[in-house]
């Protein structure tokens, strides 16, 4: 016998061994998908179902064909409601991931105090929506908040009755909310950047804005396409701090699908019209997360570690 053979081992078989893996993996995601058709799929189904009916929330359920979906699709307000939902959506990305992204790259140093500071920016997004829409409209008050009490002229606007202060409000709350997160996840893709990479270029004589845009941004594509991804099909269910702080005034100036929603819905006990736009509101994350994952190209699940 050969030196170089290996002796065969007692006991179960290599290929006993890897069957008997394969065969207990598909097991361990009954869990998964049972939650996810509990929780995902069997909601959906029934928001589907209610939207070819009519139904106050209270008393029985009629079917009534697509007599929820006419209604809804040849009301004026529901494109108005798509374009609010679609500017509050592409403010706030604009807004949210330039600030997200500078966070994450300072972040991602090794220095103590640096680690401090990402523990600081994070407790926005430990707070309720509810609470910190509260808190702001307390504060923007025109005459009890913080421009009143500091006695300075510019924060006394009525912040919260003119429209385009409104959107303003409610663009600069979100973001400020919902940066520290994404700025968490920019900080997790820097710090797998490969340091080989940055050397290289100091050898070539690039500076840190130059390292910035050559490097650090072109290494980021996938964490940028992922940032985005959540930050835009999460912007379609801003629901309680718009709420909270507008109620979607003045007039309709920010008044979303999902407020749209809840207003057909709990207010005017329409829920065959509000499922309706519940289900819009699905097609339409759904089409948008597709498309951003399009830009991804066919390497999308490669990693970002590219150049290394």
């Given at each position: 016998m050969s030196v170089f053979t290996t002796p065969a081992r007692r006991g179960t078989p290599p290929a006993a061994?890897?069957?008997?893996?394969?065969?207990?993996?598909?097991?361990?995601?009954?869990?998964?998908?049972?939650i996810f058709v509990a929780f995902g799929v069997i909601p959906l189904?029934?928001?589907?179902?209610?939207?070819f009916t009519s139904w106050d929330g209270l008393g029985e359920i009629h079917m009534s064909g697509l007599t929820s979906w006419r209604a809804v699709l040849a009301d004026p307000g529901l494109v108005h409601a798509v374009l609010v939902t679609f500017l509050v959506m592409a403010v706030s990305w604009a807004v949210q991931t330039p600030a997200s992204i500078l966070i994450g790259v300072f972040l991602a140093g090794h220095q103590r105090y640096r680690t401090l500071l990402a523990?600081?920016?994070?407790v926005p997004l430990l707070l309720s929506s509810?609470?910190?829409a509260i808190a702001y409209k307390a504060l923007l008050d025109p005459n009890f908040?913080?421009?009143a009490g500091l006695g300075i002229d510019l924060l006394t606007q009525d912040w919260l009755g003119e429209p385009v202060l409104a959107f303003s409000v409610v663009i600069f709350v979100v973001s400020w909310q919902f940066i520290p997160f994404h700025s968490l996840i920019y900080q997790g893709g820097v710090r797998q950047i490969p340091r080989s990479l940055y050397e290289a270029a100091e050898m070539d004589g690039a500076g840190r804005v130059r390292k910035f845009f050559s490097i650090t941004l072109p290494q980021l594509k996938y964490t940028i396409i992922t940032s985005s991804t959540l930050m835009v099909v999460?912007?379609?269910?801003?629901?309680?701090l718009i709420f909270v702080l507008t109620v979607g005034g003045p007039g309709d100036a920010t008044r979303v699908l999902a407020l749209d929603m809840w207003k057909r819905g709990f207010q005017a006990g329409l829920m065959g019209p509000a499922?309706?736009?519940?289900?819009?509101?699905?097609?339409?994350?759904?089409?948008l997360a597709l498309l951003l994952r399009r830009l991804g190209g066919r390497d999308a699940n490669a990693s970002q570690m590219e150049g290394a």
């Open positions: 061994t890897g069957g008997a893996r394969s065969g207990v993996l598909p097991w361990l995601a009954v869990p998964a998908l049972a189904v029934g928001v589907l179902f209610l939207s523990v600081l920016y994070f509810a609470a910190i908040g913080l421009g999460g912007s379609l269910t801003f629901f309680d499922s309706v736009i519940a289900v819009i509101l699905v097609l339409v994350g759904l089409v």
